[in-house]
């Protein structure tokens, strides 16, 4: 049986041409602040494994519509909070242990290519109705997702 997830952000996830020039300290907040808005958006939601492989679809619903490469870029944050954190390998003795996806949630395994199946799409709407809506469908065997 096929599991699907889905939520909504309260507001549509930040692009690119916004966020880009601001401090390291600043960045790492704004990604804090993703990862926080996705979990409490997930809350009680999260599957107690990872999806392996998954059907990602990412739907920004703005009063604007943003160009293509602009959309799919500024994807990558709501993306890096549904991946797994995996610890890196220490290459020097000593060294500290660094993270992969440290800010992950575990909804699916990684953002690879053979683990997922991205979908980003802009909704023009009105002010009022501004969101994000994340839906995530797993993918058993060799389903093919459209």
């Known amino acids: 049986?096929?599991?699907?997830?889905?939520?909504?952000l309260p507001a549509p996830f930040p692009l690119v041409n916004r966020i880009t020039g601001y401090s390291h300290f600043t960045a790492a907040r704004q990604k804090n602040d993703m990862q926080r808005q996705v979990a409490a958006a997930a809350y009680n939601m999260r599957p107690s494994v990872p999806f392996e492989r998954a059907h990602v679809l990412i739907e920004r619903h703005s009063a604007g519509?943003?160009?293509t490469d602009n959309l799919w870029g500024s994807a990558k944050r709501v993306l890096d909070c549904l991946t797994t954190p995996m610890p890196l390998k220490v290459r020097t003795p000593g060294a500290r242990q660094r993270t992969?996806?440290?800010r992950g949630l575990s909804f699916i395994v990684d953002d690879a290519?053979?683990?997922?199946?991205l979908d980003v799409k802009a909704v023009?709407?009105?002010?009022?109705?501004?969101?994000t809506v994340v839906t995530i469908?797993?993918?058993?065997?060799?389903?093919?997702?459209a």
């Open 137 to 145: 469908t797993e993918i058993v065997g060799a389903e093919v997702v």
């Open 124 to 131: 023009k709407c009105r002010l009022c109705e501004q969101k």
């Open 1 to 8: 049986m096929t599991r699907k997830i889905s939520f909504t």
């Open 113 to 117: 290519p053979k683990h997922l199946v």
């Open 65 to 67: 519509t943003p160009d």
């Open 100 to 102: 992969k996806n440290k």
